[in-house]
């Protein structure tokens, strides 16, 4: 396998690390838009009751004092309610925008040491393609079959590294990654990560 053949894989484990990475900003994304959709509709109530009060006091020409006091409590309701959402990074109730990853050096090449990492192929062979996995990742089950694929193609000739990536929001992630390196230790990993994969 040329200098060819190892950017494609270099390239490949890239591009698997960029869609959890999206994954996860997008499930943090979605966290932060239900914990402060409350809030917006608490402002939205208040700021209905407060113009229906401005309303009455028009009509009324301002000559009913009775009114002032609830249009106080309701501003001063409406100001916590704005403090609340600026301090926490919304500005008025604006939407945040996800943080965009920063910029791949599509040339660096990595250094990743073994470790204890299971070894699935030939140990001494001259390609080394590092998985990083979450057992219950659909997207990590559908890659497992395209490095099936390669070490088919290239036996003896390829070998993965394997590193457990268990991710936050998927709750038997990392049960099952614990599962898989006690299989390790007998020998029996890549039948234990098989059989993982293929049950989410």
Known sequence: MGKKGNTAVILLVILIGAVCGVGLLMGIN????????????KLAEIERAQKSIEMKLNTQGGSNNNLYPYLSA????????????????????????????????MNKVYTIPEGVSPIL???NAPVTIVEFSDFQCPFCARFYSAIKDV?????????VMVKNFPLP????????AKLA????????FQGMMEALLANG
């Open 169 to 176: 929001f998927h709750p038997n992630a990392r049960p099952a």
């Open 151 to 159: 070490m088919a193609a290239y036996p003896g000739r390829v070998r």
């Open 74 to 105: 309701i501003q001063s309701q409406l100001a916590q309610l704005q403090n609340k959402i600026g301090s926490n990074g919304f500005g008025g109730g604006q939407q945040p925008q996800p943080q965009q990853p920063p910029a791949e050096d």
């Open 181 to 188: 390196m006690a299989a390790n230790e007998q020998g029996k």
């Open 30 to 41: 979605n966290a932060v838009n239900s914990a402060i959709s409350p809030l917006n509709a």
């Open 121 to 123: 192929g030939n140990r």
